[in-house]
């Protein structure tokens, strides 16, 4: 499974990023996908996740009612809106696609993306 993230830049806080993440390979529908992020000199946390068919969704604490991650099982698309964002959400944003439970931990993931740079000026 190959994953690609895109959709980052830089933007004022309060603004709005809707990240995307491709994939390709195995079928797309089968995995769990998520979303991490990793600051400068941080570990690399838990953002948020989505499960096979999108029924059940989890978010870090830190963007619950910021952030909406979905997905189109159609077109192998993952997505992650980001509204409302602060200078501490400036991290390298990274999508990846789980085989197992639980999908809110990083070591459930088989594949990861090469991660998309958010930047948030204050």
């Known amino acids: 499974v190959q994953l690609q993230a895109s959709g980052g830049g830089l933007v004022q806080a309060g603004d709005s990023l809707r990240l995307s993440c491709a994939t390709s390979?195995?079928?797309?529908?089968?995995?769990?996908m998520g979303w991490f992020r990793q600051a400068p000199g941080k570990e690399r946390d838990f953002v948020a996740g989505?499960?096979?068919?999108?029924?059940?969704?989890y978010y870090a604490d830190f963007v619950k009612d910021r952030f909406t991650i979905s997905r189109d099982n159609a077109k192998n698309l993952v997505y992650l809106q980001m509204n409302s964002l602060k200078p501490e959400d400036t991290a390298v944003y990274y999508c990846?696609?789980?085989?197992?439970?639980?999908?809110?931990?990083?070591?459930?993931?088989?594949?990861w993306g090469q991660g998309t740079l958010v930047t948030v000026s204050s």
């Open positions: 390979g195995r079928t797309f529908s089968g995995y769990g």
């Open positions: 990846a696609a789980s085989t197992h439970p639980p999908i809110t931990l990083s070591s459930s993931y088989d594949y």
């Open positions: 989505i499960v096979e068919g999108g029924g059940s969704r």
